[in-house]
């Protein structure tokens, strides 16, 4: 065993007036030492060329390896894009799993004999619906002529430009391209407009899969800002009914109650988000000064520990400023974690409520109201 001499696993010998270079692989390089050079960095040049040689091919190999992986990538994504592209009304519904277990199947059978990878490719896909294809039949009638067509269409096929074979895929892949999706995108939901648009330049510009990828890091990103920043309501009361809804210009005339405020926080609270939302309940306490605060949890299906803990402390500082809390609307979950903590403790059954309404006609009665302000 030798010293490395770099960090891609090349060792170096000398061999009289040689070095022989020694690679994590199966070969060696010899060659001949450079007197000049030796002396400078006591490496010859020939040494030094041999390396860098050997290193692009480890480079290439590195680089080969990597688009392998984004073959693999590339065609378990596109065969689920092909089913939910080309999948009927009046057929099952598409299920991922099933679909990727399928292909991986054929996969490991056409590994034995050696086949090409297989994947749903969406032009191939195109090309069989034009042509009328209902059943697995139509792929035996390609596989047929495809056989042929190598046989003897080959040599002149070979003859046609580049350009003459991608317009073919291109006549039979316009119809997938629909402009109009994206304004219909638009006029309904803008953050999946910006999605959208982000998949497809990423498409355009970086190539299929890295554009898929660019697509999923945007959603992620908006879904995580989404979730740290969760929507919080007051609330008033639709006239005559047991609706509680956030409170706006479309409605002045919704209920509401002198010194009693609702809140409702919709979507899961944990560390990520538990401080945003104290922060945007802070003025609204400020402005409305109540004597009862109801939160309304009817939308929040998880209550993680540390938020729980935030939630605690916070009912002890307005507990001890005069304001009473009460918890409304909460799922059997939270309930349950409520109730193993100190906070239940705290608040105990009378405190918690089954839905708002029923908190309102508790604050209402004159006991109520008397005891909480």
Not at 15 to 22: L, P, R, V
Not at 59 to 64: E, F, R, S, V, W
Not at 66 to 83: C, H, L
Not at 248 to 256: A, V
Request: charged share 20%; glycine share 8%; aromatic share 6%.
């Amino acid at each position: 065993m030798f010293p490395p001499l770099t960090a891609n696993g090349f060792y170096l010998r000398r061999e009289g007036a040689n070095h022989t270079i020694y690679t994590n692989g199966p070969k060696t390089l010899p060659v001949k030492r450079h007197k000049t050079l030796d002396r400078l960095t006591g490496i010859g040049k020939n040494t030094l060329r041999a390396i860098l040689v050997e290193a692009s091919w480890q480079l290439i190999a590195k680089d080969q390896l990597m688009r392998e992986k984004y073959d693999r990538i590339k065609i378990r994504s596109r065969g689920k894009r092909a089913g939910r592209a080309f999948a009927l009304n009046e057929e099952p519904p598409l299920r991922a799993n099933q679909e990727l277990l399928a292909t991986g199947l054929a996969n490991v059978g056409g590994a034995l004999i050696g086949s090409m990878p297989a994947g749903g490719g969406t032009t191939q896909t195109a090309v069989n619906r034009l042509a009328g294809a209902h059943t697995q039949l139509a792929e035996l009638v390609t596989a047929g002529a495809a056989l042929m067509t190598m046989l003897l269409l080959a040599p002149l096929i070979g003859l046609m430009p580049e350009a003459t074979l991608a317009a073919l895929v291109i006549v039979y892949s316009i119809g997938l391209i629909e402009p109009t999706e994206f304004r219909d995108i638009l006029e309904v939901r803008r953050m999946e407009f910006i999605w959208a648009i982000a998949a497809f330049a990423g498409v355009v510009v970086l190539g299929t899969l890295k554009g898929i990828l660019v697509a999923i890091v945007v959603s992620l990103v908006a879904i995580a800002y989404q979730m740290a920043n969760p929507p919080v309501y007051v609330l008033g009361r639709k006239p005559g009914s047991n609706v509680f809804r956030p409170r706006s210009d479309q409605h002045p005339e919704d209920e509401t109650f002198p010194g009693l405020l609702l809140i409702r926080v919709e979507g899961r609270i944990f560390f990520g988000n538990a401080e945003r939302i104290a922060d945007r309940i802070r003025p609204l306490l400020a402005d409305a000064k109540p004597g009862v605060v109801v939160l309304d949890l009817s939308r929040v299906p998880d209550l993680e520990y540390t938020a729980l803990k935030m939630l605690t402390e916070a009912e002890k500082r307005q507990r001890q400023r005069g304001v009473t809390v009460w918890l409304a609307g909460l799922n059997p979950e939270v309930l349950a974690t409520v109730r193993r903590s100190s906070l239940g403790e705290a608040l105990g059954r009378e405190k918690m409520f089954f839905n708002l309404e029923l908190a309102v006609t508790k604050y209402l009665e004159p006991s109520g109201a008397k005891n909480e302000m």
